[in-house]
């Protein structure tokens, strides 16, 4: 299975990215899918997570200015960030817990991480 993100890129402070991120492999189903994000000298944190049906779960930084949204029969997880501020700006990384073909449980997947950059 492998995670593919892309949307990065540089942005002024107020502005918008639509970051998404696809998976593809041997996939029966996935469970949930998020994002996280990883500031320099920071630790990564937890953006937001979307499960199957379509419910989300937003860090408080991020609610009312970011939306995340999922296409399941593409298997891609979507994230829109509006009011973006610099403190927004990291490397945003996508996960997905996939079911596989051959495989009992889930496992849990990271994308390669697109960078994000809120500069004037």
């Known amino acids: 299975v492998q995670l593919q993100a892309c949307g990065g890129g540089l942005v002024q402070p107020g502005g918008s990215l639509r970051l998404s991120c696809a998976a593809s492999g041997s996939i029966v189903s996935i469970n949930n899918m998020g994002w996280y994000r990883q500031a320099p000298e920071k630790q990564r944190e937890l953006v937001v997570v979307?499960?199957?049906?379509?419910?989300?779960s937003y860090a408080d930084s991020v609610k009312g200015r970011f939306t995340i949204s999922r296409d399941n029969a593409k298997n891609t997880v979507f994230l829109q960030m509006n009011s973006l501020k610099p403190e927004d700006a990291a490397i945003y990384y996508c996960?997905?817990?996939?079911?596989?073909?051959?495989?009992?449980?889930?496992?849990?997947?990271w994308g390669q991480g697109t960078l994000v950059t809120v500069s004037s």
């Open positions: 996960t997905a817990e996939v079911f596989e073909v051959g495989k009992p449980e889930f496992g849990n997947y």
């Open positions: 979307i499960n199957y049906s379509g419910r989300a």
